[in-house]
């Protein structure tokens, strides 16, 4: 079965770290380009992050460049998402996808970001 | 580019025929996506390059446009369709998903 699992989600203060981890199976991780995408609690989706499937190509909204940054290890079917210098406005679901330009055709469950005092 | 949905909300009855826009900012060819989001849930993509149907998806979603004007179109409407839908353009980055369209039973 082709499956996206996340993790690393938690409660966090303004301003500190966390690292999101992102396990895959069922597919060939190395073919694959990978995204994050968040969901702020009551909202709409948003696009976090991609990277292709060598690691040559990566991309950021400029609200989150110098803050966020992906990365990927094939040999361990694993996405991650470093994000620094957190706000309140970084609360969300955060899912690992699958895909590029011919859409997000795998998604995981989600992982719980809140970012508070 | 921003991509605009609309109707925001709708209401609807189970065997209803819906249909759903989108409209980017600035042409995107194809390169539009749709996805349904049942309540707390992830995301699952319906419908790929504007009107390629993903495998497994039931044949009442159909999608259609190009260029900046799209449309997905839900023949006969199922109780699990009452959901939230999202447009999203995978042109060019950022890719940038609409505002979501809440289809709500009547």
């Known amino acids: 079965e082709v499956q996206l699992v996340e993790s690393g989600g938690g409660l966090v203060k303004p301003g500190g770290s966390l690292r999101l981890s992102c396990a895959a199976s069922g597919f060939t991780f190395s073919d694959f380009s990978l995204n994050w995408v968040r969901q702020a609690p009551g909202k709409g989706l948003e696009w976090v992050s991609s990277?292709?499937?060598?690691?040559?190509?990566?991309y950021y909204p400029n609200s989150m460049k110098g803050r966020f940054t992906i990365s990927r290890d094939n040999p361990k079917n694993s996405l991650y998402l470093q994000m620094n210098s957190l706000r309140a406005e970084d609360t969300a679901v955060y899912y690992c996808?699958?895909?590029?330009?011919?859409?997000?055709?795998?998604w995981g469950q989600g992982t719980t970001v809140t970012v508070s005092s | 580019t921003q991509m605009t949905q609309s109707p925001s909300s709708l209401s609807a009855s189970v065997g209803d025929r819906v249909t759903i826009t989108c409209r980017a900012s600035?042409?995107?060819?194809?390169?539009l996506n749709w996805y349904r989001q049942q309540p707390g849930r992830a995301p699952e993509i319906l419908i790929y390059d504007a009107s390629t149907l993903q495998s497994g998806v039931p044949t009442r979603f159909s999608g259609s446009g190009s260029g900046t004007d799209f449309t997905l179109t839900i023949s006969s409407l199922q109780s699990e369709d009452f959901a939230t839908y999202y447009c999203q353009q995978s042109y060019r980055t950022p890719y940038t998903f609409g505002q979501g369209t809440k289809l709500e039973i009547k």
């Open positions: 996808t699958r895909g590029d330009s011919y859409g997000m055709d795998v």
């Open positions: 600035q042409t995107i060819s194809t390169y």
């Open positions: 990277i292709s499937s060598t690691s040559e190509y990566i």
